[in-house]
Protein backbone atom coordinates (compact mmCIF):
# COMPACT_ATOMS: atom_id res chain seq x y z
CA UNK A 1 0.00 0.00 0.00
CA UNK A 2 3.27 2.38 0.74
CA UNK A 3 4.64 1.69 -2.43
CA UNK A 4 1.70 2.05 -4.31
CA UNK A 5 1.07 5.78 -2.68
CA UNK A 6 4.44 6.76 -3.45
CA UNK A 7 4.16 5.45 -7.41
CA UNK A 8 0.86 7.21 -7.96
CA UNK A 9 2.10 10.79 -6.07
CA UNK A 10 5.51 10.35 -8.47
CA UNK A 11 3.09 10.16 -11.41
CA UNK A 12 1.06 13.16 -9.69
CA UNK A 13 4.17 15.64 -9.31
CA UNK A 14 4.97 14.93 -12.81
CA UNK A 15 4.56 18.02 -14.83
CA UNK A 16 2.66 17.42 -17.48
CA UNK A 17 3.20 20.65 -19.71
CA UNK A 18 6.83 19.96 -19.19
CA UNK A 19 6.26 16.84 -20.31
CA UNK A 20 4.85 18.38 -23.57
CA UNK A 21 7.30 20.65 -24.44
CA UNK A 22 10.29 18.22 -24.22
CA UNK A 23 8.11 15.59 -27.01
CA UNK A 24 7.83 18.53 -28.66
CA UNK A 25 11.33 19.95 -29.10
CA UNK A 26 12.96 16.09 -29.41
CA UNK A 27 10.48 15.86 -32.33
CA UNK A 28 11.17 19.01 -33.42
CA UNK A 29 14.52 18.49 -33.24
CA UNK A 30 14.57 14.94 -35.07
CA UNK A 31 16.42 13.53 -31.81
CA UNK A 32 14.59 10.38 -31.70
CA UNK A 33 16.50 8.96 -28.64
CA UNK A 34 14.85 12.05 -26.92
CA UNK A 35 11.35 11.35 -27.66
CA UNK A 36 11.97 7.22 -26.52
CA UNK A 37 13.35 8.56 -23.16
CA UNK A 38 9.76 9.05 -22.19
CA UNK A 39 9.09 5.68 -23.16
CA UNK A 40 9.14 2.01 -21.67
CA UNK A 41 10.46 -0.95 -23.61
CA UNK A 42 7.22 -2.76 -23.50
CA UNK A 43 5.77 0.50 -24.97
CA UNK A 44 2.45 -0.21 -27.72
CA UNK A 45 2.02 2.38 -30.13
CA UNK A 46 -1.03 2.60 -32.49
CA UNK A 47 -1.32 4.87 -35.52
CA UNK A 48 -2.73 5.01 -38.68
CA UNK A 49 0.23 6.12 -40.32
CA UNK A 50 1.61 2.68 -38.66
CA UNK A 51 -1.09 1.42 -40.97
CA UNK A 52 -0.23 3.23 -43.79
CA UNK A 53 3.53 2.69 -43.60
CA UNK A 54 2.85 -0.86 -44.45
CA UNK A 55 0.33 -1.09 -46.89
CA UNK A 56 -1.88 -2.33 -44.13
CA UNK A 57 -0.67 -4.49 -42.60
CA UNK A 58 -0.11 -3.40 -39.29
CA UNK A 59 -1.37 -0.44 -36.96
CA UNK A 60 0.71 -1.36 -34.18
CA UNK A 61 4.42 -1.40 -32.37
CA UNK A 62 5.14 -3.44 -29.68
CA UNK A 63 8.47 -2.69 -27.82
CA UNK A 64 10.39 0.64 -28.00
CA UNK A 65 13.05 -0.88 -30.54
CA UNK A 66 9.88 -1.47 -33.00
CA UNK A 67 9.07 2.02 -32.42
CA UNK A 68 12.37 3.01 -33.04
CA UNK A 69 13.02 1.61 -36.41
CA UNK A 70 9.27 2.91 -37.14
CA UNK A 71 10.06 6.82 -36.55
CA UNK A 72 13.44 6.10 -38.44
CA UNK A 73 12.01 5.31 -41.48
CA UNK A 74 9.11 7.79 -41.01
CA UNK A 75 11.81 10.78 -40.35
CA UNK A 76 13.41 9.86 -43.24
CA UNK A 77 10.13 10.33 -45.96
CA UNK A 78 9.80 13.56 -44.14
CA UNK A 79 12.97 16.02 -43.15
CA UNK A 80 10.74 18.74 -42.78
CA UNK A 81 8.50 17.11 -40.04
CA UNK A 82 7.33 19.76 -37.57
CA UNK A 83 5.04 19.62 -34.65
CA UNK A 84 3.22 23.04 -33.76
CA UNK A 85 1.32 22.11 -30.33
CA UNK A 86 -2.22 23.25 -30.55
CA UNK A 87 -3.18 22.00 -26.77
CA UNK A 88 -2.37 19.81 -23.80
CA UNK A 89 -4.95 18.35 -21.84
CA UNK A 90 -4.80 15.86 -18.67
CA UNK A 91 -6.19 13.14 -17.80
CA UNK A 92 -6.03 10.01 -15.04
CA UNK A 93 -1.89 8.71 -15.67
CA UNK A 94 -2.02 10.06 -19.29
CA UNK A 95 -1.99 13.81 -21.90
CA UNK A 96 -3.20 13.89 -25.19
CA UNK A 97 -1.50 16.02 -27.24
CA UNK A 98 -3.02 18.18 -30.54
CA UNK A 99 -0.62 19.40 -32.85
CA UNK A 100 -0.08 20.57 -36.47
CA UNK A 101 1.93 18.20 -38.38
CA UNK A 102 2.71 16.79 -42.53
CA UNK A 103 0.74 16.83 -44.90
CA UNK A 104 -0.72 20.15 -43.32
CA UNK A 105 -2.66 17.55 -40.94
CA UNK A 106 -3.62 17.86 -37.49
CA UNK A 107 -2.76 14.66 -35.12
CA UNK A 108 -3.75 14.03 -31.38
CA UNK A 109 -1.93 11.91 -29.44
CA UNK A 110 -3.49 9.98 -26.20
CA UNK A 111 0.10 8.66 -24.04
CA UNK A 112 -0.51 6.59 -21.06
CA UNK A 113 2.52 6.72 -18.51
CA UNK A 114 3.05 3.61 -16.27
CA UNK A 115 4.28 3.70 -12.05
CA UNK A 116 7.65 4.74 -13.05
CA UNK A 117 5.77 7.85 -15.14
CA UNK A 118 7.27 6.08 -18.58
CA UNK A 119 4.52 6.25 -21.43
CA UNK A 120 3.55 2.18 -21.53
CA UNK A 121 0.70 2.96 -24.62
CA UNK A 122 0.45 5.73 -27.10
CA UNK A 123 -2.48 6.04 -29.54
CA UNK A 124 -2.73 8.50 -32.54
CA UNK A 125 -5.42 10.39 -34.45
CA UNK A 126 -5.17 11.92 -37.49
CA UNK A 127 -7.27 14.18 -39.22
CA UNK A 128 -8.63 13.01 -42.33
CA UNK A 129 -8.55 16.15 -44.56
CA UNK A 130 -5.87 18.66 -44.73
CA UNK A 131 -6.84 21.78 -42.83
CA UNK A 132 -6.67 25.30 -43.66
CA UNK A 133 -6.57 27.42 -40.97
Excluded at 9 to 34: P, S, V, Y
Excluded at 79 to 102: N, R
Aim: aromatic share 10%; with cysteine.
Amino acid sequence: MVIEQILLTNIKKMDIKNFAQAWLQAWNNHDIEGVLSHFSEDVEVTSPMIKIATQGTESRLLGKEAVREYWTIALSRFPELKFELICITEGVDSVALYYKTVLDKTAIEVMFFDERGLVNKMNAFYSLTENHH
